[in-house]
């Protein structure tokens, strides 16, 4: 920690990342750790840009002809036992409830009323949605089946770290069936483009899509794409995935229909999602030393206004019309908040730095007088200016895409110059990644799994084969054979 | 069941209530059961209905300046400890998850792990969001909170009927915390009120507001406030309830704040709730023997457009252009589908009446030649009309609140002839609710539970007190004892 203060956080993001990020999580009032272990609190704040991520997300989903429902939380354990593939992947970290009452047993509370069948806790819902679409399914004319899902689901955790890796966890799950592998797989490809429109787009990240290694596919899918996103400390975080499941889980849950040659099909099915831990990947992605920034689409506010009370003579019901005025004068979709608490307007506007809100203004009896507002800009580095109150009205919505191209070309240029693809061999690779330094690699690869305990010595992974492959002939990294595939090789979240 | 099909649905309220309910649910595509015992499925279109109340919830909660968040869904069990009454009220239905980890065994899979402090899924939160709202209550400068929560509860159901009573629901959960006794009744008084005016006034039911008699209130409430829908059958549905908790789970939870008088005090807390049981009732406050009726505020889709193409011999294209005109013609706000699929336009209209959509159009090469609509009005008993495309348009909004006002008209007219205030002593209430009669007795009651045997016989209970209060003396309808509350008595769901 630094005692002599010039940040809003008290710890940088180059003394030490890691707790920075907590520092900021907790800063930002994003989310804290619960009396549950593994399992946090998400605060309002952070809540609120679950709630934006939401909006976006499902207005784009519905407009792709997806539905919302709901499934049950609990999977019956045999259920499990019919995709052995999923199961082996997922069976570590299952929650199961076993018992469906308390008792007081010598004064104290325990678990009572067992339950015949135990019940897992969905960790997703591939086999517990399948099983209904099995019923859903007759005919051709029935598909395709296009599901989503927004709740919550548990995988047990022995290390936990907020929105990154928490026992429970909200997400979106989405499920669809189809009546050729075409579809699925268009199906499967469409949604990983969604995503990555979403992330580097409207969230501003720089990521690589890309399909995963057969090594590393989601349990139980044909393929598995993923967008990894580049954090500041050149880690890679799986942002979302998409998968294509052929008909594995089909054949599993009998999701059969009677197609047009009037005889039954088993049918092929995709699922895709994206969870809370985006939240810690947009604070990794665009925090900086003074706590979060956020890009305005997910922001809460984009506008926080504090009345300065304090100094002058001017009523505080002016100073508070004003804001008003200023609050009402803005265009419909820009999000503001007036703060009138019993706070000081010092510790509001640190309030507000560490929360990343895009323009703070400071409004006491000088802009009353005036007809100004006073702003701090927060993605340029807390630069202030005043500019007329009729200025700001008509530039807000420039001033917001001059945010998000800031946070953008900021975020681009810490993330360019950690990506690394001139890199031909372990020794090379070792030297890339030692003393915990960190990148993006992108190389050669054989496509098969050998001499991967060269990457886990160094806590490294192939994050992705990326969607677009430059096509030339090399040598794997890993083994020297003759490679056409581009990988990209990353330490990850 | 009938087998001379007059009806939509098979079977009709007046030969089988419960058995109508059940195959309105089904019939409307709304839920139906699944693998998982206790637990239903939310079927697309029943959980579109679900996110509407959501979406109109929501934004009032917000304006009255609650704002959501998310907190574990896990409890540990010696926090239930804390608040006896709280347990003792919850702990015969609580699912407890002992092990975190699924094990192959024998070629069976069996729960492994075993977790040292069993966790309790929440029944609901007042103890693990009292315990947040416990870190960031420091002075009565954070006060109010007001917290609400969307997410899904778990309590352990041995007899369950879809939506009414299943093991795992969905539901809203608010928790506020006050520095004073006056504000948090207000509160719970205010929450009561928006929930009235939803139910009574947007989705049209018949429903008394007023207090829960003591012994029926929230375990661990100082007050509980209800509102009991009268469903068409005579019986009560406790469709939402605000709670008054005093300083119960402030002091369970060390909730306290430092107040103006630079004092240690604890806060004064709320809860409310209302759960996807709502949808149930608006199904047997509604529905009718061809199916479900829903009111506009909550419908999916206010319009459904048939195109006709069979017969005739305009081609396929206009038919579906001039389908989309209609569409587009309409003004923001009405939700409108286009049912394109390859099933025959008899089974789609069936198929929207038994879901209840408001208006359903049939549009063939006639419809298209004199630029009208064919519509079946649902709520009037299916009435079939022609109008101009262009009248359709300009009178859909009156068309709307004329369908609403059919609903409430018809839902009153029955329930009304259903309430009784003569009824003076038991003989008369035995009499009244003889032999499966039904409907609300509002009658003198003494406020004490004496003699509650003789309701516990009829299955009946005291709803509430409501708030409506006569003021009148008389004499308690069980008791013969003076008497001034005036309370309803009834069956209930």
């Known amino acids: 920690m630094v005692n002599s203060r010039k940040h809003a956080i008290s710890v940088t993001r180059s003394e030490d990342f890691s707790a920075w990020y907590q520092a900021v999580v907790a ?9 549950v272990r593994g399992c946090m609190v998400i605060k309002p704040y952070g809540f609120a840009i679950w709630e934006r991520i939401q909006a976006i997300l499902d207005r784009r989903f519905k407009e ?3 539905v919302n429902a709901y499934f049950p939380m609990f999977i019956p354990i045999d259920l499990f036992e019919k995709e052995a593939e999923h199961i082996n992947g997922f069976a570590k970290e299952i929650c199961v409830v076993t018992h469906h009452r308390l008792e007081q047993r010598d004064g104290k509370l325990v678990p009572a009323g067992e339950i015949e069948n135990p019940l897992a806790i969905r960790p997703t819902s591939e086999l517990i949605i399948g099983e209904s ?3 859903w399914t007759k005919s051709y004319r029935d598909l395709p089946l296009l599901i989503n899902q927004w709740c919550n689901v548990v995988r047990w955790e022995m290390r936990t770290r907020m929105f990154l890796r928490t026992s429970e966890f909200l997400w979106q799950e989405g499920h ?6 075409e579809e699925a797989i268009n199906e499967a490809l469409a949604m990983h483009k969604v995503y990555e429109d979403f992330i580097c787009h409207s969230l501003k990240m720089t990521a690589i899509s890309g399909k995963k290694p057969n090594h590393d596919k989601f349990a139980g899918a044909v ?13 890679a975080l799986q942002s979302a ?3 294509y499941l052929g008909q594995n889980f089909a054949k599993a849950v009998e999701i059969r229909f009677q197609g047009r040659d009037a005889k039954l099909h088993y049918a092929y099915t995709t699922s895709w999602g994206l969870t809370t831990r985006l939240i810690g990947a947009i604070v990794m992605a665009h925090g900086d030393d003074d706590g979060l ?3 305005s689409a997910v922001a809460p506010y984009h506008v926080t206004i504090i009345p300065l009370l304090q100094n002058g003579n001017t009523s505080k019901d002016a100073i508070f019309d004003y804001c008003e005025h200023i609050k009402n004068s803005l265009p419909d979709g820009i999000r503001v908040l007036i703060d009138t608490k019993d706070f000081s307007p010092q510790n509001k506007r640190w309030d507000y730095i560490r929360k990343g809100v895009p323009f703070i203004l400071e409004i006491g009896s000088k802009e009353l007088g005036d007809h100004t507002v006073s702003i701090t800009k927060r993605a340029q580095n807390l630069a202030r200016y005043t500019m007329s109150a009729e200025e700001f009205r008509v530039q807000i919505n420039d001033l917001l895409l ?3 191209e800031t946070l953008g070309e900021k975020n681009e240029k810490s993330c360019t110059k950690k990506i690394n693809d001139s890199i031909k061999n372990v020794a090379e690779l070792k030297e890339f990644f030692a003393e915990n330094r960190n990148g993006f690699v992108i190389a050669k690869w054989s496509g098969l799994a050998k001499n991967m305990e060269i990457l886990d010595e160094m806590a490294v992974s192939i994050r992705c084969l990326p969607t677009k492959q430059s096509g030339m002939k090399g040598k794997c990294i890993l083994t020297g054979e003759d490679a056409t595939i581009d990988a990209v090789f990353a330490k990850s979240y």
């Open 27 to 35: 800063g930002a009032d994003l989310a804290e750790n619960s009396c």
């Open 64 to 66: 792709l002809g997806h």
């Open 133 to 135: 679409m099995a019923r």
């Open 176 to 181: 669809t069936a189809h009546e050729t592998k």
């Open 223 to 235: 393929d598995t794409y993923t967008i990894e996103a580049m954090m500041q400390d050149g880690k």
């Open 241 to 243: 995935t998409s998968h």
């Open 293 to 295: 920034n956020i890009p």
């Open 402 to 404: 001059e945010h998000d």
